[in-house]
């Protein structure tokens, strides 16, 4: 048998691993196909891979026999039962240090999982985020593996010269430990779906709000995207709002108000739900498409439920336009702030050592969310690693407080008009509570103690003989109750 030539193995050849491999394979890489129907393994090598150095495998030994070693080897399938199937086909024609990769869109328990059972077998697991589509993918993704981290000097060329560049940078570095990458790729998606709420948003204010029509609204975003909101979505925006159907209408008119959703933001407003941390404005992201996609029943109620008489605007358009301009930065910048504290928390919780400098430079080129402002973030943990906010940053302290203005007028012009801002709104409902050194949280105290003895804490200062330092207090509010209290735990 002739010496093993593949660099690397992918299996999955629909339009996400073929446009990888061509991309590989344009940076210098040998690469061997492979895909459950192995038809799909010849269409590919006579037709789009035809004149490459790509190999092709027609069946999982024959792969493996053809990697050089430690054999690395993508697969780029439907998330699920997929991956652990291959990952059982894999194993008898693997050896010790052989490194399986999982691109695909993969939750990331399943990716914990899977890096503890192959480690157990001397195998290496790396679960490694993918974004960018199919562009993406064929010219330069964003990548975010993490996993077994003795992987990370085996494929660390491939994956960085892989990658978008972005001023010389690569957008992939090592995310961290087990299932950090898919993790992190998770909360991508969800800040991605924060992103486009957002300027759903923004598109609804100067549509229904100012009346402005789609071609100028879509000159508004193409000028936008020359200041600090300058990224993809907003460039796609203004595209979409440019493009007519063949009668002149601008065809998002014509486009059913019904979102759909794949789950990756659902996936991240449970996470964040499990590890108790605000991350309303994903969640509120998630719930504007729920909203959306009962249609019949919001023409209903649009048929009963009166809003406030729609006053037409008198104040300062273009002042407004650029309030609004204020409140998505603003609003933007606490999404992320709320993305980084939840990545913070689950990396304590699960002991892993995330890089956040790494993560934002990856997500500053190949991606849905790639920006500018993702540089700002970049130099933000730079600066500091441990970080504890984004808000506690000079440069985006003061960019906030510069937007405050802006973001409170358009907020409260929406309330008035009667148009929903659930993004907007939740953003800046989680600025003033981040903001504020008091909460109405001793009412929720008193509350919880009044009905079910939950008990509380004393405020420092305020400790009196019926009120003792640092203990959890019980109080007989109604003298009927008894002074037994319930334990104190938090779920
Ligand atoms: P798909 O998600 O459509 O998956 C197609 C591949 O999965 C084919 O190779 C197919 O083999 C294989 N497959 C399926 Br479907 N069920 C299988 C099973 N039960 N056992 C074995 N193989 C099975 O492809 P994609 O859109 O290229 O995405 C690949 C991965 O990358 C997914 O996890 C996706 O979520 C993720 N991703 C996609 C994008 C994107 O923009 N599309 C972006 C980022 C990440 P067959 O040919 O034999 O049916």
């Not at 009668?247 to 794949?262: H, R």
């Not at 002991?351 to 920006?371: Q, V």
């Amino acid at each position: 048998m002739s010496a093993p030539v593949g660099d690397i193995g992918l299996i999955g050849l629909a339009v996400m691993g073929q446009n990888l491999i061509l991309n590989m394979n344009d940076k210098g890489f040998t690469v061997v196909a492979y895909n459950r129907t192995t038809s799909k393994v010849d269409d590919f090598l006579a037709n789009e891979a035809k004149g490459t150095k790509v190999q092709g495998a027609h069946s999982i030994q024959e792969l493996c026999a053809k990697l050089k070693r430690p054999r690395k080897i993508i697969l780029l399938v439907k998330a699920g039962p997929a991956v652990d199937s291959f990952i059982q086909q894999l194993e008898p024609y693997l050896e010790k240090g052989d490194i399986v990769i999982d691109g695909g869109n993969s939750h990331y328990p399943d990716s914990i999982r899977r890096t503890q059972e192959l480690e157990a077998k001397g195998l290496l697991f790396v679960g490694s985020g993918v974004s960018g589509g199919e562009e993406g993918a064929r010219h330069g993704p964003s990548l975010m593996p993490g996993g077994s981290t003795a992987a990370w000097p085996a494929i660390k060329e491939i994956f960085q010269k892989t990658a978008a560049q972005v001023n010389g940078e690569p957008c992939c570095d090592w995310v961290g430990e087990t299932g950090s990458g898919h993790y992190v790729k998770m909360v991508h998606n969800g800040i991605e779906y924060g992103d486009m709420q957002l300027i759903a948003e923004a598109y609804d204010i100067l549509k229904r709000g100012l009346g402005i029509h789609e071609s100028e609204i879509a000159d508004i975003f193409t000028t936008w995207n020359k200041g600090v909101l300058d990224s993809f979505l907003i460039e796609i925006t203004a595209n979409i709002l440019k493009f007519n159907d063949d009668d002149g209408e601008p065809l998002v008119t014509k486009i059913l108000d019904k979102a759909g959703q794949k789950g990756t933001g659902k996936w991240t407003a449970i996470a964040a739900l499990d590890a108790g941390t605000a991350v309303t404005l994903i969640g509120e992201a998630v719930f504007a498409r729920c909203l959306s996609a009962i249609k019949e029943e919001r023409v209903r109620a649009s048929k009963v439920i009166n809003g406030p008489q729609r006053e037409p605007f008198r104040g300062d358009k273009q002042q407004f336009i650029d309030d609004l301009e204020q409140a998505l930065y603003a609003s933007k910048i606490i999404s992320y702030t709320q993305g980084f504290m939840l990545m913070r928390e689950t990396a304590k919780e699960l002991d892993w050592n995330l890089n956040y400098a790494g993560i934002a430079r990856m997500w500053r080129g190949g991606c849905i969310i790639k920006s500018v402002f993702l540089g700002d973030i970049t130099s933000a943990y730079e600066k500091n690693k441990d970080l504890e906010s984004l808000l506690f940053d000079n440069f985006f302290n003061k960019a906030v407080h510069k937007a405050q203005p802006g973001w409170r007028r358009v907020i409260a012009q929406a309330c008035l008009w009667g148009i929903p801002t659930p993004a907007f709104s939740t953003a800046l409902a989680f600025f003033d509570g981040y903001r504020s050194e008091v909460v109405p949280a001793n009412l929720l105290q008193a509350q919880r103690d009044y009905f079910g003895a939950h008990t509380f804490r004393v405020v420092s200062g305020k400790e009196n003989a019926r009120l003792p330092k640092d203990r959890d207090i019980h109080i007989n509010w109604t003298g009927r109750g008894g002074n037994v209290s319930a334990s104190s735990y938090s779920a």
